[in-house]
Structures are given as structure tokens and as C-alpha cells.
């Protein structure tokens, strides 16, 4: 789950993190207030949505105008660029052209800036331990700075057993050339950090830019985070900073059915059990020259109403044209699959080609219950035969 960076400070300051003030604001008769309640003389607005690249972003409405971050020297502007910017769809690298509509904005404290740096924390799958990347090229994109300059990143992991220790500080504080009072800041700033992932069962932290302000401090400016879904249960308090206005509309419908699905911006919905499996369709799909419109794992133990749900949700996709069900039956039963299908073609209809591809237990059950349905579908023998189907059918269309 992703939270706003305003959200995402207000956590952090909860383990001490240095951040700027800031006030966010739903509306533009909010600006007036925040900007005075801050002071100035120097404000920045920023867009608030759940993507990278807001400076660089344009507006749809406005392309020609500044991006989604921007500085500014007075109330008056303050004002002006909230009422500019509230409402419109920004682009940026990260959202696609589609965009994403500014619903929140954050104005904050400007920040004298004498360096940046760049501070992130994330699972590291291979150690299976918590790992630190920073780096001197802050406010950059980290992913051609590894591919540019790897020499200027650097890296390590933090045993659970000890957590934190005084060598992480310091292998920061020389990664980044700082000294003395810094040098301890770092430090300090390591055990926060690595103290808030941990205790709010993070996925990710991002600082970009850390900064080191001209009076000598170290300040988080910038701040992404993302907590693993799985451990929502246990932090009611992260649960409430959802904002489901920045979520796709089918992958919350899906979430309420615990259903693993992603949506993409091919044609071809897929419904299938097992995340290896899933992948493999979508793959298949691609290699015969059509886009999966989704990931949607069902899962080993889906239920007949959970497999519905999931029908539902690839049926509401406008962009669907056709839809592969591809199920590989061993917890999950392949007559589970088809009743879940036939109740939910009957319930909304099926307007786009079906291909159903089934094996596994009970398969020849399953076969038997789509055979009956009198429904228009279309069965295949292996996966290689059902990408091959599903790819014919909308070709004609």
C-alpha cells in the first residue's frame, strides 16, 4: 500500500525524522491559511499523488506551465498555483499519458539547500534482511545512476539479530562525505529510518532528496513509502491513510475478495491460479502478439463466488476483448473454476471470446460442467493451444 508524502512525513516524524513543516490541503480556500500558518518567506507547492516525477510533470490542462512541484515567494502565489494545480490531471514518467488527477497538494517549507543525497530502504529478496541504498547523486533518477555511475552508490544490509549499529552510521556518513556534526546526524538519522520500517512493516522508504541544508542540517525533503500489504492488519493507523482515489477501481474490488490482481493495458483478461502460472500466460500472450489486460491470480483456495468476483472484475475492464481462463487444478478444483465462470457469465453476461484451458484435479468434471452450460465457450488442450485461441478470436472481431 503507497501513502502520500505529506502521510509518509508525518510517520517518519513519529521516530524523530527531520522533515519540513508542512500543511496539506484538499482546496484552494485552505491555501490562504496554510501559507500564512507557515510563514514563508519562501513556500513550495507540491502536487500529491502516488507517482515519481512530479517536478518534471506537466499539467493536461495547462502543459506549457511548470511542473507539479513548484517554488514560490508569496501568499499570493501560493494561492494562485493551488488553485492552478488542484483539480488538474499531471503527468508524469511514472503515471503514463493518462495522468493522475491532483485531489491533495502540500505546501511546505522552502529548504536552503546546500547538497542532496539519496537514502532508501527496502527487503532485499536475496538476504533476506533489510538493506540500505544511498548515494551522493541525490534528486536524480537512482535507476541510470546505477546504470551511469555505480561507483556512487553503495549499499548494505542490517541484521535483524542486531539491528542497527554504529558502523551503518558511518558507512552512510562516508558514502555521502560527511564529517563531524554531520557524520553523527547520519548516524542517528540510519537508526530512525531503519526503526520506522521495521516497526511499520514496510516495503519501501525512499528519501530522494536527503539534504543537508546550508545551516549544517540533515533534512528529509522528500519521502515515498510503501508497507507491505500483508501486514496492514496489524497497523490500523497506516489501514487509514489509504487513499483509494489513487488506486485503479478494479484492483480495490479485487482486494476485497483477496484476490491478487494488477491491471494492465493490454486486451486480454486473464483469470488464473498461481502467481508462476500467471506470469507464464502473460508471456504466452505477448509472444503470440496481443497484451494481458491484467495479472489476477485466483489462488489455490478459491471458492465458486471468489472466482465470480474475479470474472466480474476482468468483464467491468472496458478494454477487454477477450478473456483467458487458465487454471492448473491441484488445491484448486477445476469444477470450482467452472461453476465460478458459468454463474458469472449468467450474472453479466459474456460479450468479448472465451477460451477456458483446464488440467488438474477434477478436470474432466469441469470440462463436463462448461460442456453442458450451452455457453460460448471455447475449450483448449494445453496453454500453448489456449494463447493461440484466445489471440484468434478477437483478431476477427
Known amino acids: 500500500?503507497?501513502?502520500?508524502?505529506?502521510?509518509?512525513?508525518?510517520?517518519?516524524?513519529?521516530?524523530?525524522?527531520?522533515?519540513?513543516?508542512?500543511?496539506?490541503?484538499?482546496?484552494?480556500?485552505?491555501?490562504?491559511a496554510a501559507a500564512c500558518e507557515l510563514g514563508g518567506p519562501v513556500?513550495?507547492?507540491?502536487?500529491?499523488?502516488?507517482?515519481?516525477?512530479?517536478?518534471?510533470?506537466?499539467?493536461?490542462?495547462?502543459?506549457?506551465?511548470?511542473?507539479?512541484?513548484?517554488?514560490?515567494?508569496?501568499?499570493?502565489?501560493?494561492?494562485?498555483?493551488?488553485a492552478a494545480m488542484l483539480g488538474r490531471t499531471l503527468v508524469t514518467v511514472q503515471t503514463g499519458p493518462a495522468g493522475r488527477q491532483v485531489n491533495r497538494l502540500y505546501v511546505e517549507d522552502g529548504s536552503a539547500i546546500a547538497k542532496e543525497f539519496y537514502l532508501s530502504i527496502l527487503v532485499d529478496r536475496e538476504t533476506s534482511r533489510v538493506s540500505f541504498v544511498v548515494s551522493t547523486e541525490g534528486g536524480m533518477d537512482i535507476e541510470e545512476v546505477a546504470h551511469s555511475h555505480p561507483?556512487?552508490?553503495?549499499?548494505?544490509?542490517?541484521?535483524?539479530?542486531?539491528?542497527?549499529?554504529?558502523?551503518?552510521?558511518?558507512?552512510v556518513a562516508k558514502a555521502l562525505g560527511l564529517e563531524g556534526e554531520q557524520a553523527k546526524q547520519a548516524a542517528k538519522l540510519v537508526g530512525q529510518l531503519y526503526d520506522a520500517?521495521?516497526?511499520?512493516?514496510?516495503?519501501?522508504?525512499?528519501?530522494?532528496?536527503?539534504?543537508?541544508?546550508?545551516?549544517?542540517?540533515?533534512?528529509?525533503?522528500?519521502?515515498?513509502?510503501?508497507?507491505?500489504?500483508?501486514?496492514?492488519?496489524?497497523?490500523?493507523?497506516?489501514?487509514?491513510?489509504?487513499?483509494?482515489?489513487?488506486?485503479?477501481?478494479?484492483e480495490i474490488e479485487a482486494s476485497k475478495y483477496d484476490l491478487s490482481y494488477v491491471a494492465l493495458d493490454g486486451t486480454i483478461?486473464?483469470?488464473?491460479?498461481?502467481?508462476?502460472?500467471?506470469?507464464?500466460?502473460?508471456?504466452?500472450?505477448?509472444?503470440?502478439?496481443?497484451?494481458?489486460?491484467?495479472?489476477?491470480?485466483?489462488?489455490?483456495?478459491?471458492?465458486?463466488?471468489?472466482?465470480?468476483?474475479?470474472?466480474?472484475?476482468?468483464?467491468?475492464d472496458p478494454q477487454v476483448r477477450g478473456i483467458l481462463v487458465n487454471i492448473f487444478g491441484g488445491i484448486m478444483k477445476c469444477d470450482v473454476i467452472a461453476e465460478g465462470v458459468i454463474a458469472a457469465v449468467k450474472e453479466v453476461g459474456l460479450k468479448v471470446p472465451l477460451v477456458v484451458r483446464l488440467e488438474g484435479t477434477n478436470v474432466e468434471?469441469?470440462?463436463?460442467?462448461?460442456?453442458?452450460?450451452?455457453?460460448?465457450?471455447?475449450?483448449?488442450?494445453?496453454?500453448?493451444d489456449a494463447a493461440q485461441k484466445i489471440v484468434a478470436a478477437i483478431s476477427i472481431l
Open 197 to 250: 520500517f521495521t516497526a511499520k512493516d514496510m516495503a519501501m522508504l525512499e528519501i530522494n532528496p536527503l539534504i543537508l541544508s546550508q545551516g549544517g542540517e540533515l533534512v528529509c525533503l522528500d519521502a515515498k513509502i510503501s508497507f507491505d500489504s500483508n501486514a496492514i492488519y496489524r497497523h490500523p493507523d497506516v489501514a487509514a491513510l489509504r487513499d483509494e482515489a489513487e488506486e485503479d477501481a478494479k
Open 269 to 316: 483478461g486473464c483469470m488464473v491460479n498461481g502467481a508462476g502460472l500467471a506470469m507464464a500466460t502473460m508471456d504466452i500472450i505477448k509472444l503470440y502478439g496481443e497484451a494481458p489486460a491484467n495479472f489476477l491470480d485466483v489462488g489455490g483456495g478459491a471458492t465458486k463466488q471468489k472466482v465470480t468476483a474475479a470474472f466480474k472484475i476482468i468483464t467491468a
Open 151 to 171: 561507483e556512487r552508490i553503495t549499499t548494505f544490509s542490517v541484521d535483524p539479530a542486531t539491528g542497527v549499529q554504529p558502523h551503518h552510521g558511518r558507512t
Open 1 to 32: 500500500m503507497n501513502i502520500h508524502e505529506y502521510q509518509a512525513k508525518a510517520v517518519l516524524q513519529q521516530f524523530g525524522v527531520p522533515v519540513p513543516r508542512g500543511v496539506p490541503l484538499m482546496s484552494v480556500e485552505e491555501a490562504e
Open 365 to 384: 468434471l469441469g470440462k463436463a460442467i462448461i460442456a453442458k452450460s450451452g455457453l460460448n465457450v471455447i475449450p483448449a488442450d494445453d496453454l500453448d
Open 43 to 82: 513556500w513550495v507547492v507540491k502536487s500529491q499523488i502516488h507517482a515519481g516525477g512530479r517536478g518534471k510533470g506537466t499539467f493536461k490542462e495547462t502543459p506549457q506551465a511548470k511542473g507539479g512541484v513548484r517554488v514560490v515567494r508569496s501568499v499570493e502565489e501560493v494561492k494562485e498555483n493551488v
